[in-house]
Antibody, heavy 120, light 106 residues
Framework: QITLKESGPTLVKPTQTLTLTCTFS??????????VGWIRQPPGKALEWLAL???????LYSPSLKSRLTITKDTSKNQVVLTMTNMDPVDTATYYC????????????WGQGTLVTVSS | SYELTQPPSVSVSPGQTASITCSGD??????ACWYQQKPGQSPVLVIY???KRPSGIPERFSGSNSGNTATLTISGTQAVDEADYYC?????????FGGGTKLTVL
């Protein structure tokens, strides 16, 4: 059974750096083709892809946010970590992590999401 | 940058067929997938690789993708299908989501 769960602060101040952790179980990030991605959704708005960490350590970033994002993994803890610098109120959103199944070009499993509010 | 365009809203009567489109340049050359999202819940994958249904997704959900348009079709739409639907594709190692379509079952 594949599960993912996001954790991190619920409130950050403008200009601060956000660090979110995705803790997963039921799969290995060492399995060929597997990836863990981050997607966000501002209140009442559409989904927006942020970053993806692949089994072979390849990292992909949204071109529009690349300069602010870093995605890493901790294999021993089954975690993928996303950091986003210089947070702004427009970054207020629910942040999801999701499992990319090998060869499917889609995210079959999602975490419950965590709402991050950016406010002073 | 690559864009996927969806109609903001679609309405359907119970028992009828709902079609939700997703348009993008040469989308038919890429794999499209679809997610269903109900209020306060995480997205659920309902169609992947254009036409495939994940385990547990009802047969009334089907997909197609050709030319510049991918289509999600829900046959015999039920009240429980009322939700937001998002298409998604890959373009040059970037994941792209459509703007979402609110399906209302009247």
């Amino acid at each position: 059974q594949i599960t993912l769960k996001e954790s991190g602060p619920t409130l950050v101040k403008p200009t601060q750096t956000l660090t979110l952790t995705c803790t997963f179980s039921g799969f290995s990030l060492s399995t060929s083709g597997v990836g863990v991605g981050w997607i966000r959704q501002p209140p009442g708005k559409a989904l927006e892809w942020l970053a993806l960490f692949y089994w072979d350590d390849e990292k992909l970033y949204s071109p529009s946010l690349k300069s602010r994002l870093t995605i890493t993994k901790d294999t021993s803890k089954n975690q993928v970590v996303l950091t986003m610098t210089n947070m702004d109120p427009v970054d207020t959103a629910t942040y999801y992590c999701a499992h990319r199944t090998s060869g499917s070009y889609s995210f079959a499993y999602w975490g419950q999401g965590t709402l991050v509010t950016v406010s002073s | 940058s690559y864009e996927l365009t969806q109609p903001p809203s679609v309405s359907v009567s119970p028992g009828q067929t709902a079609s939700i489109t997703c348009s993008g340049d040469k989308l038919g050359d890429k794999y499209a997938c679809w997610y269903q999202q109900k209020p306060g819940q995480s997205p659920v994958l309902v169609i992947y690789q254009d036409t495939k249904r994940p385990s547990g997704i009802p047969e009334r959900f089907s997909g197609s993708n050709s030319g510049n348009t991918a289509t999600l079709t829900i046959s015999g739409t039920q009240a429980v299908d009322e939700a937001d639907y998002y298409c998604q594709a890959w373009d040059s190692n970037n994941v792209v989501f459509g703007g979402g379509t609110k399906l209302t079952v009247l």
